[in-house]
């Protein structure tokens, strides 16, 4: 079976752009979630989404918004990139709601923001 | 503050060695997962612990809920354990994480 799948792999941008990250959850799963890995840190969680519905949020700006399609796949959505947002992008997925469950994690997408 | 401390940040050890990661979180969670990243970015789940001690292979991880505290070992160590491990404690407003440990095992 195939794994988490992320797109694009690797994506350079400048500031005031947006962009959207793609995310395919393993057949089945029908919660993703998403973090942010700046360089050398741990990372930190943004959304949950489960069944198409927002289930959790971490303190990101509201630049920041996502969304789940009915395949279970989901998108995030940054606007008006800083440089600061400049991060390593990863989805996770799981079968149930509870984040307590095993994560499985894609391979995350490097966004560069100039 | 970070919620979620590691400790050692970095530890070189050689081969052989038995290792032992720490983590200490401050708040009431209902699961704690141990992770582990290897360069390039990508992640695997190692543990999800809400009690007690688990054992895959060469690791275990071990959670004192009353201490708030879970250790991640690794036994008869080797090179391709080197990597970036992390915990992430299981909270009613998502997943926190710490920043990680940086292990690098010697041949």
């Known amino acids: 079976d195939a794994g988490v799948t992320q797109s694009p792999t690797h994506l350079i941008k400048t500031r005031g752009q947006h962009v959207t990250l793609r995310c395919s959850p393993i057949?089945?799963?029908?919660?993703v979630s998403w973090y942010q890995q700046v360089l050398g840190q741990g990372p930190q969680f943004i959304f949950q989404?489960?069944?198409?519905?927002?289930?959790g949020r971490g303190n990101f700006p509201d630049r920041f918004s996502a969304r789940q399609f009915p395949n279970y796949s989901s998108e995030l959505n940054v606007n008006a990139l800083l440089l600061g947002d400049s991060a390593l992008y990863l989805c996770?997925?799981?079968?149930?709601?509870?984040?307590?469950?095993?994560?499985?994690f894609g391979p995350g997408t490097r966004l560069l923001v100039l | 503050k970070n919620e979620v401390e590691q400790s050692p940040q970095n530890l070189t050890a050689q081969e052989g060695e038995f290792i032992t990661i720490n983590c200490s979180y401050s708040?009431?969670?209902?699961?704690l997962h141990w992770l582990q990243q290897h360069p390039g970015g990508g992640i695997v789940s190692l543990f999800m612990?809400?009690?007690g001690k688990k054992k895959h292979g060469r690791l275990i991880a071990t959670i004192n809920i009353q201490e708030k505290h879970s250790s991640l070992h690794i036994t008869a160590s080797h090179p391709r354990d080197s990597a970036v491990y992390i915990c992430?404690?299981?909270?009613?407003?998502?997943?926190?994480f710490g920043k990680g440990t940086h292990l690098i095992i010697q041949p």
């Open positions: 996770a997925s799981s079968p149930g709601v509870d984040l307590g469950e095993t994560q499985y």
């Open positions: 057949s089945g799963h029908k919660s």
């Open positions: 989404y489960y069944e198409k519905e927002e289930r």
């Open positions: 708040v009431g969670i209902s699961a």
């Open positions: 612990l809400s009690s």
């Open positions: 992430a404690a299981r909270r009613a407003d998502g997943l926190t």
